[in-house]
C-alpha cells in the first residue's frame, strides 16, 4: 500500500494563491496517471487536475487556467498551484492515482482544507 500525504492548504482571499502538495510514500508517478481531487461539503468527490506518466495535463473546466499541477518524481512528490482562488474552490482536496480505467487506487489520505473568503 502507498500512503498520500496532501498539505499546503489554508484560509485565502478570494483572488489569492495557494501551492498544494502531494508526499507519496514510494515511487508511483512513472507507473500511473495522478490527479488531485476536491471534495466540497455535501458534494460528491471531483476531479479537478491530472498529470499522465507523461506529463501531459488535463483539468476540469471549473479550474482550467488557474490551477497547474506538476510533479517532482525525484521526491515522490506532487504539486496544485491554485491561482485566483474563489469561494466555489472552497473543498477538501485530495491526491490519488487518476487512471483511465481504475480511477483512484489508493486508501484516500486525510485531504487538506481550502477556504476561500469572499
Known amino acids: 500500500q502507498v500512503q498520500l500525504v496532501e498539505s499546503g492548504g489554508g484560509l485565502v482571499q478570494a483572488g489569492g494563491s495557494l501551492r498544494l502538495s502531494c508526499a507519496a510514500s514510494?515511487?508511483?508517478?512513472?507507473?500511473?496517471?495522478m490527479g488531485w481531487y476536491r471534495q466540497a461539503p455535501g458534494k460528491e468527490r471531483e476531479l479537478v487536475a491530472q498529470?499522465?506518466?507523461?506529463?501531459?495535463?488535463n483539468y476540469a473546466d471549473s479550474v482550467k487556467g488557474r490551477f497547474t499541477i506538476s510533479r517532482d518524481n525525484a521526491k515522490n512528490t506532487m504539486y496544485l498551484q491554485m491561482n485566483s482562488l474563489k469561494p466555489e474552490d472552497t473543498a477538501v482536496y485530495y491526491c490519488?492515482?487518476?487512471?483511465?480505467?481504475?480511477?483512484?487506487?489508493?486508501?484516500w489520505g486525510q485531504g487538506t482544507q481550502v477556504t476561500v473568503s469572499s
Open positions: 514510494r515511487s508511483i508517478f512513472n507507473i500511473y496517471a
Open positions: 490519488n492515482t487518476a487512471t483511465h480505467i481504475h480511477g483512484a487506487i489508493y486508501d
Open positions: 498529470i499522465t506518466t507523461g506529463g501531459s495535463t
